[in-house]
């Protein structure tokens, strides 16, 4: 299946490491939250406005990383863990076509071309960063060690 999202944006370089992947994607979803903690009057468009840029680019690159380096190394432990793969791939799709509509509808925001209510722009943001904190818990607590252990760390 291919993805939309397999040419990271090139300002943004790429991850040392895993856990680099699953710092940055966090720190993403922090900032999310708070431009949607700070919805409809303290916004500060600027910031949101770099967030919206940095969001595709960001995922992006990790998503590739982590389908590039990880899922190889992960699948070497079994058949058994190649329908958890698949199942991060679709996640990785769901996310980054999510993202691109957080991004277009945070820039519209954020430059005052209202396309949703501020409740609707905080629900999409939420919906946004919840899913990628699951998916990045997933990552943590079971990808990670699941990594490190067949690379032998």
Same mark, same amino acid.
């Given at each position: 299946?291919?993805?939309?999202?397999?040419?990271?944006? !090139?300002?943004?370089?790429?991850?040392?490491?895993?856990?680099?992947?699953?710092?940055? !994607?966090?720190?993403?979803?922090?900032?999310?939250?708070?431009?949607?903690? $700070?919805? *409809?009057?303290?916004?500060?468009?600027?910031?949101? $406005?770099?967030?919206?840029?940095?969001?595709?680019?960001?995922?992006?690159?990790? !998503?590739?990383?982590? #389908?590039?380096? +990880?899922? *190889? /190394? /992960?699948?070497?432990? &079994?058949?058994?863990? #190649?329908?958890? +793969?698949?199942?991060?791939?679709?996640?990785?799709?769901?996310?980054?076509?999510?993202?691109?509509?957080?991004?277009?509808?945070?820039?519209?925001?954020?430059?005052? =071309?209202?396309?949703?209510?501020?409740?609707?722009? &905080?629900?999409?943001? =939420?919906?946004?960063?919840?899913?990628?904190?699951?998916?990045?818990?997933?990552?943590?607590?079971?990808?990670?060690?699941?990594?490190? !252990?067949?690379? &032998?760390?």
């Amino acid at each position: 299946m291919s993805t939309p999202h397999h040419r990271a944006d !090139q300002s943004e370089t790429v991850p040392a490491s895993f856990d680099e992947c699953l710092t940055r !994607q966090f720190a993403l979803c922090a900032a999310l939250e708070t431009l949607a903690d $700070t919805l *409809p009057l303290n916004v500060d468009t600027l910031a949101a $406005t770099r967030l919206a840029e940095a969001l595709h680019p960001t995922l992006s690159c990790c !998503q590739i990383f982590e #389908e590039t380096y +990880v899922f *190889p /190394i /992960i699948a070497q432990s &079994g058949p058994q863990v #190649e329908l958890i +793969v698949e199942r991060l791939r679709h996640e990785h799709i769901e996310d980054i076509y999510h993202a691109r509509d957080v991004c277009d509808s945070v820039k519209a925001f954020a430059g005052r =071309r209202h396309r949703v209510t501020a409740n609707e722009e &905080g629900y999409m943001l =939420r919906c946004l960063f919840t899913s990628l904190r699951r998916h990045l818990a997933f990552d943590r607590d079971y990808v990670m060690p699941l990594y490190l !252990q067949v690379r &032998g760390c």
